[in-house]
């Protein structure tokens, strides 16, 4: 059973960079394609982009210039990095597992349980 | 972009009742839709996906219909658990989308 648990910091102040991390366990990062999913109240929920160990991530074009995804497969990690932040920005984010190995199927499943990061001087 | 619309906004029903939720698409998804339960301070979970199809674990009162634009997410037999905001998600149209929600009400 993969279960997915996202942390960063809660707090960035606008226009500077939000990281996050995704830890794997049960699982090894390499077998599946793993997307970044963020969620606010105005907006709902919005997919970020997916990262594989091989080849080039993909990326919401409306995201696509302040996003950068990577991953660990020693640490069994996903990471998300976006620049430029702003207010705009302030939601829960979710790391979550594609359905099948080795493929992208675009349905998500598991999510971790999210980290709240908020933009704010 | 695909537009997913969700209707109604907020179903509320007694238990044993059957609920009806409605996602219609802007475009044509073939069955390229899933369904999503997102309970108070959780993260979503897959229900549904290829728009019929039940996710494992997923109990049987669950089902989902519907091809092209219009696709319905039913349960059967409400129950209390089941008090939730269900999402509809699409992937035939790139990037995925997920609709506004339904909050279902018991």
């Known amino acids: 059973q993969v279960q997915l648990q996202e942390s960063g910091p809660g707090l960035v102040r606008p226009s500077e960079t939000l990281s996050l991390t995704c830890t794997v366990s049960g699982g090894s990062v390499s077998d599946y394609y793993w997307s970044w999913i963020r969620q606010t109240p105005g907006k709902g929920l919005e997919w970020i982009g997916y990262i594989y160990y ?7 074009p409306s995201l696509k210039s302040r996003v950068s995804m990577s991953l660990d497969t020693s640490k069994n990690q996903v990471f998300l990095t976006l620049t430029s932040v702003t207010a705009a920005d302030t939601a829960i984010y979710y790391c979550a597992k594609d359905l099948r190995p080795s493929m992208v199927t675009a349905w998500f ?13 | 972009e695909t537009v997913l619309t969700q209707s109604p906004a907020t179903l509320s029903l007694s238990p044993g009742e059957r609920a009806t939720l409605s996602c219609r698409s802007s475009h044509s998804l073939s069955s390229h839709l899933a369904w999503y339960q997102q ?20 109990p049987a009162r669950f089902s989902g219909s519907g091809s092209g634009t219009d696709f319905t997410l039913t349960i059967a037999s409400l129950e209390p658990e089941d008090s939730a905001v269900y999402y509809c998600q699409q992937r035939s149209n790139w990037p995925p989308v997920f609709g506004g929600g339904t909050k279902v009400e018991i």
């Open chain 1, 54 to 60: 091989t080849g080039s991530p993909n990326y919401n």
């Open chain 1, 109 to 121: 499943d598991p999510w971790g349980q999210g980290t709240p990061v908020t933009v704010s001087s």
């Open chain 2, 39 to 58: 309970r108070p301070g959780q993260p979503p979970r897959l229900l549904i996906y290829d728009a019929s199809t039940r996710a494992t674990g997923i």
